[in-house]
């Protein structure tokens, strides 16, 4: 696995890549080895800075950190992104396990089902095999929405407090881990950052 170190007005010595390191050993067991990383170390009046960036196949996934000592920070932004790790494979796992049943949906006897036909009634057969079967109409229902009892948290870690470019959006909403984050551009245009099923996340302009 490649890592690309990048230290502003800060060394990167030795001892912060064996943590770093030992870090991205624990992501590897969740993610696997398929991935590139980029680490940002800056130093700003004795404030350090831990910035690491890591691209799986549907990423990228950022941890952000910031602390007086440079290991504390690379350690924070590390669990940060552990987590994030965990969410993006359990999301992954979902992803295919929906799409398996999808496909096993569309199988009749071990053969692909033929395309319905664009009206409300779905027309199949039934028959213990292709050669017995009887063609049958299967008339579609209305479905019946389900009402479920509404539970609201007020969340201010969606939305941003001081307008901000694109970059800065998307990593403040995967620093905070938010699926949906509100923020106004530098020229006060409000946009909504929301992360789909996939992992991708999608830009959402208010008129």
Partial sequence: MNVEYTGRQYEVTNAIRKEVET?????????????????????????HKAEITISPRN?????????????????????????????????????????????????????PAPPLEPEDDIRTAVGSSEKTAVPVVVHRYPAVAKTTEVHLVRSDD?????????????KEAHFKDRDVFVFRDPKGKVMVLHRARDGKMQLIEVP
């Fill in 23 to 47: 870090g991205l050993a624990k992501i590897r067991k969740i993610l696997g080895d398929r991935f590139e990383t980029k680490v940002i170390l800056t130093v700003e009046k004795h404030r």
């Fill in 158 to 170: 969606a939305v941003a407090l001081r307008p901000m470019t694109l970059e800065e959006a998307i």
């Fill in 59 to 111: 990423g990228p996934l950022v941890g952000l950190a910031q602390a007086k000592d440079m290991t504390i920070a690379v350690n924070e932004a590390l669990e940060h992104l552990e987590k994030q790790a965990i969410k993006y494979k359990t999301r992954w796992q979902a992803k295919k396990r929906s799409a398996r049943k999808a496909e096993e949906v569309k199988k009749w006897n071990g053969h």
